[in-house]
């Protein structure tokens, strides 16, 4: 069964520490890889999209890396805001997938406190 | 705002009654999804548009739940004699067909349903 897992479940970090989420797929071949945030009763937003063939994907306090082997992805996030609580959510997109199959991690909830 | 929008934003009713949500889509955006999502879980892909055709329906979508796109832009989400594990929050996203090998969703804040 195709499966996303993401780790931890919920982080708190200071306010200005580096943290990295972890994403463990079982899904193969797959299309795309995803990380999304999600604040508190609002839509998820695009952070990065990686091909199967990227290893990271950076956009501004952000990377990705994606570890095909290892079916491994990780977020890591630099110089952490309060802004940044939120949760983050994993999406892989299976090759040539119906969209039903999109499969969405359970997201890792984030805390930053001053 | 030229995001996608929802609404209502939450909607709370008695359990048998029939909802229906709204979903207006970024205009030039001829894809249309639906998504449920429970508290601390990741959403769960509902159904999908491309203009004014319903491409796929997921097996969540029971025979309570019906989604239409008549023109092509807006779409609603209509359940029937909800019940109580109807109660989540509803996302709508969409998405521009443009040839890419992959086209990202944008997603709208969501309608949040509680059952009583």
């Known amino acids: 069964k195709n499966q996303v897992e993401q780790s931890p479940q919920s982080l708190i970090i200071l306010e200005g520490k580096n943290c990295t989420l972890q994403?463990?797929?079982?899904?193969?071949?797959?299309?795309?890889l995803r990380w999304y945030k999600q604040d508190t009763g609002r839509g998820p937003v695009s952070l990065t999209i990686?091909?199967?063939?990227?290893n990271t994907k950076s956009n501004g306090r952000y990377t990705a890396t994606l570890d095909a082997d290892t079916k491994q992805s990780s977020l890591h996030i630099t110089a952490s805001q309060l802004s940044d609580s939120a949760s983050y959510i994993c999406v892989v997109i299976p090759q040539g997938t119906s969209y039903d199959k999109v499969i969405f991690g359970p997201g890792t909830s984030l805390s930053v406190i001053p | 705002d030229t995001g996608v929008s929802q609404d209502p934003r939450h909607k709370i009713t008695k359990r048998g009654q029939n909802v229906t949500f709204r979903c207006d889509p970024i205009?030039?955006?001829?894809?249309l999804y639906w998504y449920r999502q429970t508290l601390g879980q990741g959403p769960e892909f509902l159904t999908y548009?491309?203009?004014?055709?319903?491409?796929?329906k997921s097996r969540l979508l029971s025979d309570r739940f019906s989604a239409e796109r008549p023109k092509g832009s807006f779409s609603t989400l209509e359940i029937q004699r909800t019940e109580q594990g109807d109660s989540a929050m509803y996302l709508c996203?969409?998405?521009?067909?443009?040839?890419?090998?992959?086209?990202?969703?944008?997603f709208g804040p969501g309608t949040r349903l509680t059952v009583l």
């Open positions: 994403c463990n797929y079982t899904v193969s071949p797959f299309s795309n």
């Open positions: 990686m091909t199967f063939s990227e």
């Open positions: 996203a969409s998405s521009l067909l443009a040839g890419a090998h992959y086209n990202e969703q944008f």
């Open positions: 548009f491309q203009n004014e055709a319903q491409l796929e």
């Open positions: 205009s030039e955006h001829n894809r």
